[in-house]
């Protein structure tokens, strides 16, 4: 079932308000605070605290302002719970208005403990069920999958996509890479032990020895993030994006995680492989009072 995306038409602020964005949703999936959970509660106290504090002598905008804050989901991190808690502590006394809303959907698929890809495909409806399996045998009887953990990105994955693009692929999306990314020697592994050990890793649909798709996914240890593809048309009949998702939730259910992530978007292609909307919250702040 493909997902509600917006539940309703997002707050408008006004073109007049003097806005403040951190977290901005178009560049990040989940756009959070940086912290330990554990820190989290005193962190937000600190940023409403912060926001609430009188403007610097000579302020040049001393009016009313707005804060879009936190696309975020407490599946994924407190925050947008820890910050509305400290907002609503300025409520009264500060004259604020806070406004909690879903901003968009993150599709996850929740993997039982000690399930194996069989097993998963098993939960699927009869036809999509089918689909998995016919696609996936006809590309690996041509085909070769290869995964390549911690790589360097500025090598290996800059020459995937640029080859894959160059022949004029359609990627499934446009994201940049996190700014800090824990790299290491790239090595080839099998798919089990590349996702048990990997922070992120690259994966490639070979004909040939030409490489026809590539896949890159993050791994926190509890979620395999699925993060961004990319294809080469001319391989279309062999379904590369479906064999790319197909072996990636295989690593994750290998390695023994809990979620797969689809990321944000609900495009129709993520609820054929039983994914659950997870909502992304904006948290909109608006300060009713001039600044002292």
Not at 28 to 38: E, K, M, Q
Not at 97 to 124: H, K, M, N, Q, S
Not at 211 to 219: L, Q, T
Not at 278 to 288: A, D, F, G, H, K
């Amino acid at each position: 079932m493909r997902g509600a995306g917006h539940a309703a038409p997002l707050t408008p602020v006004a073109p007049d308000r003097k806005a403040v964005f951190f977290g901005a949703s178009y560049h990040a999936d989940y756009a959070t605070v940086l912290a330990r959970p554990a820190d989290m509660p005193a962190v937000a106290r600190a940023v409403a605290d912060a926001l609430a504090a009188d403007a610097a002598p000579g302020d040049p905008h001393p009016e009313p302002w707005t804060s879009s804050t936190c696309g975020g989901s407490a599946a994924v991190t407190p925050a947008a719970d820890e910050l509305a808690a400290a907002f609503g502590t300025h409520s009264a006394a500060d004259g604020w208005t806070v406004v909690r809303e879903r901003e968009e959907v993150c599709p996850i698929l929740d993997l039982a403990p000690g399930l194996d890809f069989e097993g998963y495909l098993g939960t699927l409806g009869k036809k999509d069920r089918h689909e998995v399996r016919r696609k996936v045998r006809r590309a690996e009887a041509r085909a070769r999958f290869d995964s390549i953990a911690r790589p360097t990105l500025s090598a290996t994955w800059t020459r995937s996509l640029t080859s894959t693009r160059s022949a004029g692929a359609r990627t499934a999306c446009s994201r940049r890479p996190p700014a800090a990314i824990r790299a290491g020697p790239s090595s080839a592994a099998s798919s089990s032990t590349a996702a048990s050990r990997a922070f992120i890793a690259l994966h490639f649909l070979t004909v040939g020895g030409r490489r026809v798709a590539a896949g890159i996914w993050f791994d926190d240890g509890e979620t395999l993030f699925f993060y961004n593809a990319g294809v080469d048309p001319e391989a279309r009949e062999l379904s590369p994006g479906v064999v790319l998702v197909a072996r990636s939730i295989q690593m994750a259910l290998e390695a023994g995680r809990s979620r797969f992530d689809f990321l944000r978007g609900d495009e129709s292609y993520k609820y054929g492989w039983g994914a659950r909307d997870v909502p992304i919250q904006r948290l909109l702040v608006r300060s009713n009072r001039r600044l002292r």
